[in-house]
């Protein structure tokens, strides 16, 4: 992947794992008795985009 020499912002193969808890106590039963307490669910991964300077779009790159 080539990114333009007047790139402003530039995001490469980025991923996010959302947790998803039963109630809204589980995240500190999670941080006292070190074991998971929630569901991890994944956002599409390997996500890029490119933001050019002086431009205000987003422009996608696969």
Not at 1 to 11: D, G, W
Not at 27 to 51: G, K, M, T
């Amino acid at each position: 992947m080539i990114f333009s020499s007047n790139t402003a912002i530039q995001l490469k193969d980025i991923r996010k794992v959302y947790k998803l808890y039963q109630k809204p106590s589980d995240w500190l039963r999670e941080i006292f008795f070190s074991r998971p307490f929630h569901q991890a669910i994944e956002s599409p991964d390997n996500v890029s985009l490119e933001v050019v300077e002086g431009n205000d779009s987003l422009i996608e790159k696969y």
